[in-house]
C-alpha cells in the first residue's frame, strides 16, 4: 500500500517558535493532503485541505497565519505552527488519497509539545 | 456539511464477545464509509471500508452494514481479542468537493481477557 511519511514525530518547543512539520507521500503523487489536529482522547478535525500548487484550503476557525501550509511538490506538503503557544500542543497528522473516496493513508502524526 | 455521529463513546468486552460500533451520518450525498482502528499514539489504519452500493462487507472477524435510508452504519466485531483493544473511527465522504473524510468521535473499545 501506499506509505506516507511524517516528520517529525514528536517535537518540544518554545512559546513564540515555529515549528515545521512535513508530510511525504513515497509510492504516488498526492494532488490533496489533508492536515488534521487531534487533542487527547478526541477525534480527528480536520483543519485544511493542501492543494498543489495552489493555496490550501482552511477549515473554518482556523487561523491560515498561524498555521501555515505549503504544498510546493505533488509528493510533499508541509505545516508550519507559527509563534507557536501551549495551547497549541496537540498531536497533528496528515493524510493524502489515491484517488477521489478512496482509502486515506496517514502520517505517523506529529506530537507537538509547547512549553 | 457533513456531521457524522458515533456511538458508544467507551465499550468494554470479554474477551471472545461480539461488540458493535454505531454511526450515523446526515448528508445523504456521502457514499464512502470508512473505518479506522488508532492505537495509542499511532497513526489510524484502515480495518474495513464499504460503499454505498452495498449493503454488507465482511473480513474475516469484522463486518460493516450499511443503511443509506436510516443513514447509519455499524462495525461488527466477532470473537474480540485483546489486541482488539484501540480507539475505533468510522468515516465518510463524499464524490466530489474536496473529498476529506469527516470522523465520527470515536469509540475507545477494551477487550478484558
Known amino acids: 500500500g501506499a506509505v506516507v511519511s511524517q516528520h517529525p514525530s514528536w517535537v518540544i518547543c518554545k512559546s513564540g517558535t515555529s515549528v515545521k512539520i512535513e508530510c511525504r507521500s513515497l509510492d504516488f503523487q498526492a494532488t490533496t493532503m489533508f492536515w488534521y489536529r487531534q487533542f487527547p482522547k478526541q477525534s480527528l478535525m480536520l483543519m485544511a485541505t493542501s492543494n498543489e500548487g495552489s493555496k490550501a484550503t482552511y477549515e473554518q476557525g482556523v487561523e491560515k497565519d498561524k498555521f501555515l501550509i505549503n504544498h510546493a511538490s505533488l509528493t510533499l506538503s508541509t505545516l508550519t505552527v507559527t509563534s507557536a503557544h501551549p495551547e497549541d500542543s496537540s498531536f497533528y497528522i496528515c493524510?493524502?488519497?489515491?484517488?477521489?473516496?478512496?482509502?486515506?493513508?496517514f502520517g505517523q502524526g506529529t506530537r507537538l509539545t509547547v512549553v | 456539511g457533513e456531521n457524522v455521529e458515533q456511538h458508544p463513546s467507551t465499550l468494554s468486552v470479554q474477551e471472545g464477545d461480539s461488540a458493535v460500533i454505531k454511526c450515523t451520518y446526515s448528508?445523504?450525498?456521502?457514499?464512502?464509509f470508512p473505518w479506522y482502528k488508532q492505537e495509542l499514539g499511532k497513526r489510524p489504519q484502515l480495518i474495513i471500508d464499504i460503499r454505498s452500493n452495498v449493503g454488507e462487507k465482511k473480513d474475516q472477524r469484522i463486518a460493516v452494514t450499511l443503511n443509506k435510508t436510516a443513514k447509519h452504519f455499524s462495525l461488527h466485531i466477532t470473537e474480540t481479542q485483546p489486541e482488539d483493544s484501540a480507539v475505533y473511527f468510522c468515516?465518510?465522504?463524499?464524490?466530489?468537493?474536496?473529498?476529506?473524510?469527516?470522523f465520527g468521535t470515536g469509540t475507545r473499545l477494551t477487550v478484558i481477557p
Open positions: 448528508d445523504s450525498a456521502s457514499n464512502y
Open positions: 468515516a465518510a465522504s463524499q464524490p466530489t468537493g474536496a473529498n476529506n473524510l469527516f
Open positions: 493524510s493524502t488519497k489515491r484517488q477521489l473516496n478512496t482509502e486515506a493513508f
